[in-house]
């Protein structure tokens, strides 16, 4: 039920930390941030209009269908020769085992179970910047749905919780051999700095699911023909379903990688989200616009999610060097104003009030999460531009870069916590939206939704000490 202004609960700082995690929930935290959770605490969720709600709703059908229809176009720039170049963006820079692991037979129905958007709050609705297949924030997303939801609020999630509706997802995709699968989420040390929220969420579902843990790589056996770890008495408890934590650019740093490739090719464990590098590539943002493959998108998407992602997605561009023909241009068109342009080298001329551009990494490179990569044109002086525009041509061949129109968020009024006094401050800020969705039985759910609101003088919004994190609610507050 929606709620308006004169219902929210009215609640202090005291009473949010008294119900959230007594234990920091990402990396190494600051004393002075309040509750250890290392960012700014809210007295309220974000609030969502019923539009923005059923949209969001929506998206999650979208682009899972959107993963569905990557996979068939990859399959398709396979074997037929006129769509080879597809191939050659998608196996960029990847070694030649793991793309031949990706195209076995036994994981062609199999796609990320967990899809994360990051969607930017704008004036005229949200934009979508890039599609996360490994997502961090599970544990924050659960831990503050438990907290505000503990505190009166009627959120946006799942109606048993994250963590259930976590669970529930992992066991409805498994195999069905055994009624009570051991799972095991994998955290390599390149992803350690969710090690904690993971852990919370974990330790969260033991509590009516007892089969789960969360595992270094190297903690990995092979035993009889079945993937395992030594319990604390030193027995060993094989796993049957293992959630994918770590990146697949970092495999050759993955302790007993061999061992997972092995029992997952084998039959001995189900994983996702699955070893294939195609569908964690931002690139394919830029192919949707792509006018030449706008039939094959219409014939798998349908014309209402084909329609959304063409709504949802900045106009985007993979960054290659290569020089065109005389005769031809980029496409979709680049023009900044009325001037057409014909070749990416020309980017370069571009002035700082035309270069509202975003150049990042498409995947498959360290460089490709966490907003690490991202260089915004206006804000470069002309020397950084041209760097960040040599970097991106350099890399083409073993890391594409995506150009994408930059996407202004909407400046709106925000409340949070001061951390020392307790009392509630104003500010004005941005808001990036990560709903999570989880895939079951075929279906994508909308499970949770978590709000980041940063000072509006931030322009990459992340989690960050200064920003504020929270979930989301429906409200007629508009």
Same mark, same amino acid.
Request: aromatic share 12%.
């Given at each position: ?10 609640i202090t ?9 007594e ?37 999650g ?16 720039s ?6 080879? =170049? ?5 196996n ?17 129905n ?19 910047c ?6 961090g924030g ?5 831990a ?7 505190l ?27 009624k ?13 700095d969710?090690?904690?929220?993971l852990? =919370?969420?974990v ?6 699911y ?20 030594l ?16 990146e ?7 302790p007993?990688i ?7 090719k ?5 994983? &996702? ?9 931002k690139?394919?943002?830029a192919?949707?616009?792509y006018?030449?493959?706008e ?9 209402a ?5 063409? &709504?949802?997605?900045?106009e ?7 020089p065109?023909p ?13 001037k ?47 760097e ?6 350099s890399?083409f ?11 202004? &968020?909407?400046?709106?009024?925000? &409340?949070?916590f ?9 500010a ?26 940063c000072?509006k ?22």
């Amino acid at each position: 039920m929606n709620q308006t202004c004169q219902n929210f609960p009215q609640i202090t700082l005291g009473q949010l930390q008294n119900v959230l995690p007594e234990t920091p929930l990402y990396g190494q935290v600051e004393p002075e941030i309040s509750s250890l959770v290392g960012w700014q605490l809210s007295p309220s969720p974000y609030p969502l209009t019923t539009s923005q709600v059923e949209t969001l709703h929506e998206i999650g059908f979208a682009l899972f269908s959107l993963f569905k229809a990557t996979d068939s176009l990859y399959k398709a720039s396979l074997k037929e020769e006129a769509m080879g =170049w597809i191939q050659q963006l998608f196996n960029a820079g990847k070694p030649p085992e793991l793309i031949r692991y990706a195209q076995m037979n036994r994981f062609k129905n199999q796609f990320p179970l967990v899809i994360r958007p990051d969607l930017l709050v704008t004036e005229t609705g949200f934009s979508l910047c890039e599609v996360d297949a490994v997502p961090g924030g599970l544990g924050f997303t659960g831990a503050l749905q438990q907290a505000y939801s503990a505190l009166g609020f009627d959120l946006l999630a799942a109606p048993e919780g994250l963590p259930k509706a976590f669970l529930e997802m992992l066991l409805r995709n498994a195999p069905q051999e055994q009624k009570e699968p051991m799972i095991a989420l994998v955290v390599s040390d390149e992803a350690s700095d969710y090690r904690l929220e993971l852990q =919370w969420l974990v330790n969260h579902i033991q509590t009516f699911y007892p089969k789960i843990t969360l595992i270094h790589p190297k903690e990995l056996l092979l035993e009889r023909q079945q993937l395992g770890y030594l319990d604390q008495r030193g027995q060993f408890v094989s796993i049957q379903i293992l959630y994918r934590f770590f990146e697949l650019f970092d495999l050759p740093n993955i302790p007993q990688i061999e061992l997972i490739q092995y029992a997952v090719k084998k039959g001995l464990v189900y994983c &996702t989200p699955p070893f294939k590098p195609h569908l964690e590539e931002k690139l394919v943002l830029a192919l949707v616009h792509y006018p030449f493959l706008e039939d094959f998108w219409r014939s798998q998407l349908g014309e209402a999610h084909f329609s959304l992602l063409k &709504t949802l997605i900045p106009e985007s561009w993979v960054l290659d060097p290569a020089p065109l023909p005389p005769m031809s241009q980029v496409t979709p068109p680049l023009v900044f104003q009325d001037k057409m342009i014909r070749d990416f080298s020309q980017l370069s001329t571009l002035t700082q009030k035309q270069r509202e551009l975003v150049i990042k990494p498409s995947g498959f490179s360290p460089l490709a999460w966490g907003s690490r990569g991202v260089s915004i044109g206006h804000d470069l002086s002309q020397v950084n531009w041209q760097e960040a525009l040599d970097n991106a041509f350099s890399s083409f061949h073993h890391t594409p870069y995506l150009l994408q129109r930059f996407k202004n &968020t909407k400046v709106e009024p925000y &409340t949070f916590f001061n951390s020392v006094s307790g009392q509630i401050e104003s500010a004005e800020g941005r808001t990036r939206l990560c709903p999570y969705y989880f895939v079951t039985e075929g279906t994508p759910r909308l499970s949770g939704v978590l709000a980041t609101t940063c000072p509006k003088n931030k322009k990459i919004i992340h989690g960050m000490r200064e920003g504020v994190m929270r979930p989301a609610m429906p409200s007629d507050l508009f």
